[in-house]
């Protein structure tokens, strides 16, 4: 957490592998063994800020489509995870409705924020970096996806954490993070657990 331009985004982008235009020096660890998050079998996925969907897609073939590229199993495997994600995620009553573009109106903002979740996540990540997934919903929205996170997390047992940014959560979704960090012009000012914020 922490305001506009204080290094969330540059954060994550570069701990996962998407920076291209700067040069960046350390390492990447995960669980004490060195991670190169530019490696095709990268385990930590992205999900940008900016809508990044093909909106004349539906979901499912968004989430399929990035299984095909991103797995080496059979179609009937895939076809099975990719409907089990989706239920997960609450999206199989849209799962074959187009995405939405600025023409055709398709899916909610808070939908569309969970189909960007559901094509990073069926690559089976062991990290999972969100920008600012809560921005342009509203509080119960957000609180739903905030939610969602969590539970996704906690049936996984120890498989997936999930990383995001966000810039000024209510009570109600601060209280569902595990640990959180607050920065401001790149410089850590706290990383935590929310009681031990208080102090």
Do not use: C
């Amino acid at each position: 957490m922490g305001p506009s331009a204080s290094g969330k985004s540059l954060l994550m982008q570069s701990l996962s592998g998407r920076v291209q235009d700067l040069t960046i020096t350390g390492e990447v660890t995960i669980n004490g063994a060195i991670a190169n998050p530019k490696a095709i079998d990268n385990p930590i996925a992205y999900v940008p800020q900016e809508d990044s969907l093909i909106g004349e897609l539906t979901a499912r073939e968004m989430t399929r489509n990035t299984a095909l590229l991103k797995r080496n199993e059979s179609a009937d495997k895939l076809e099975k995870d990719v409907q089990n994600l989706l239920e997960k995620l609450g999206l199989s009553s849209v799962a074959d409705g187009i995405i939405g573009t600025l023409l055709f109106r398709g899916l909610s903002g808070g939908q569309k924020k969970r189909v960007e979740i559901s094509a990073e996540l069926i690559a089976s990540p062991s990290i999972l970096f969100i920008d600012e997934p809560t921005s342009g919903l509203d509080a119960k929205i957000a609180y739903d996806v905030i939610n969602l996170l969590r539970e996704l997390v906690k049936a996984s047992k120890g498989d997936l954490s999930v990383v995001l940014s966000i810039h000024q959560p209510n009570s109600r979704i601060l209280e569902l993070f595990d640990h959180w960090m607050l920065i401001d012009k790149g410089q850590l000012l706290f990383f935590g657990t929310l009681e031990e914020s208080m102090t």
